[in-house]
């Protein structure tokens, strides 16, 4: 679904000479509280070749274990940060990987992972974040509105977006308590 927007940012980076990315996604089935994993592994491989990975960086994420720990299953099946990886090959060619696989962070975890990745950031770091917003339907167990539905799921997921647009990280959390939006990442 969301090849569009993935093609309109990849448009936005073509061009630049980006080093080091780190790709954030939300891990959709491995549960994990508080925390998020980064792979032990050295490589990302897809169809377009072999990515290496920063293992500087991801030993220094790895030194905070309270926030960054290794999860290798929940990296084998998790397409929030893998499906990033072709479009980044294709646009940047040389570079190296950050993969990043949050878990339900609060808002005390969340701050101190902006943190920590705060220092991992310069002027040849580019850092993507993959989410999904709203998950509406019975199979998702959240059905807030059953009339007008495209129109309702656009208003809710705007007030979810409007506060991460004002870096409201308060405001995000506060939002998401009152509607309860199944927002992932």
């Known amino acids: 679904y969301s090849g569009q927007t993935a093609g309109y940012a990849a448009r936005q980076i073509q061009d630049m000479n980006y080093k080091k990315v780190i790709v954030i996604g939300p891990s959709h089935s491995q549960p994990m509280r508080n925390f998020c994993s980064v792979p032990g592994a050295t490589h990302y491989e897809t169809p377009l070749g072999q990515v290496p990975l920063d293992l500087d960086c991801i030993g220094r994420l790895r030194a905070n274990p309270d926030y960054f720990q290794s999860i290798p299953d929940a990296h084998v099946w998790e397409h929030s940060v893998q499906i ?10 040389n570079f190296t990987l950050v993969p990043i696989l949050a878990g339900q962070l609060d808002e005390k975890a969340t701050r101190a992972v902006g943190e920590i990745l705060k220092k991992e950031m ?8 993959s989410t ?23 208003k809710l997921d705007m007030s979810v977006f409007d506060p991460v647009r004002m870096k409201d990280l308060s405001g995000l959390y506060r939002r998401l308590d009152v509607t309860r939006a199944t927002v992932c990442g």
């Open 84 to 93: 990033q990886v072709p479009i980044l090959q294709r646009i940047l060619k």
């Open 122 to 129: 310069d002027n040849e770091t580019l850092l993507v974040i």
């Open 132 to 154: 999904d917003f709203t998950h509406y339907g019975p199979s998702y167990g959240y059905v807030p509105f059953t009339t007008d539905i495209p129109e309702n799921l656009e």
